[in-house]
């Protein structure tokens, strides 16, 4: 079992719809979660930190945490063909200390 | 102020032939990582680094690899006798704090011929 999973999509909204992704992570001692998005030929950037269970909202995107099932999800409302990207779910403070452990990462395409 | 660079950001080798990948983190930043990322897959955890100490080296996937950060600044990861196998992007990341949020580098793309 990988430490943290994603669904490797691709997945295709149109635009204006919501997105949604979905992460699992195996460790139950992980403190810290983040998304990342990456276009193609870059690096990744934060989108989203979040720590503690519930829901945190940046503009349109929205982080929710759920540590009883070890789920983290991302909600991207009125999606733009601007977020066609690959979203990358990340885990810290786990057994393994503070190294950050990635997922694979969701392809998301947003048709105009 | 100024991002994580790395350089090269683009490398050529010839099978065999030593590498060496440098990264400089943003200033003051504690946590330093290296990640392997090949096409069409996440970062791969390499090593990590707080100050100059290497706290974790779980992920380097050989005795051929190799990472140092000797004054807790600048890092360099050295791969001797590259093979095929290890043409990636190896991404750079710092963090101010040990649990927290890592910012990347632009990555270099290593293509071993």
């Known amino acids: 079992q990988k430490e943290v999973e994603q669904n490797s999509g691709p997945l295709s909204v149109p635009e204006g719809a919501i997105a949604s992704l979905n992460c699992t992570y195996s460790?139950?001692?992980?403190?810290?979660f983040f998304w990342y998005r990456q276009y193609s030929g870059k690096s990744p950037e934060l989108i989203m930190s979040?720590?503690?269970?519930g829901d945190k909202e940046d503009g349109r995107f929205t982080a929710q945490l759920n540590k009883a099932s070890q789920y983290v999800s991302l909600l991207i409302r009125d999606s733009q063909p601007s977020d066609s990207a690959t979203y990358l779910c990340?885990?810290?403070?786990?057994?393994?200390?503070?190294?950050?452990?990635f997922g694979a990462g969701t392809r998301l395409f947003v048709k105009a | 102020g100024a991002g994580v660079s790395q350089s090269p950001r683009y490398k050529v080798a010839k099978r065999g032939q030593d590498v060496a990948l440098r990264c400089d983190p943003i200033?003051?930043?504690?946590?330093l990582f290296w990640y392997q990322q090949a096409l069409g897959q996440g970062p791969e955890f390499l090593t990590y680094?707080?100050?100059?100490?290497?706290?974790?080296k779980s992920g380097l996937p050989s005795d051929r690899f190799f990472a140092e950060r000797p004054e807790g600044s600048v890092s360099t990861l050295k791969i001797q006798r590259t093979q095929q196998e290890d043409s990636a992007v190896y991404l750079c990341?710092?963090?101010?704090?040990?649990?927290?949020?890592?910012?990347f580098g632009p990555g270099t793309r290593l293509t071993v011929l």
């Open positions: 200033s003051g930043h504690v946590s």
């Open positions: 460790d139950r001692v992980s403190q810290s």
């Open positions: 680094f707080q100050n100059e100490a290497q706290l974790d």
């Open positions: 979040i720590y503690s269970n």
């Open positions: 990341a710092s963090s101010l704090a040990p649990a927290g949020v890592p910012s």
């Open positions: 990340a885990v810290n403070g786990n057994t393994g200390g503070f190294k950050t452990i």
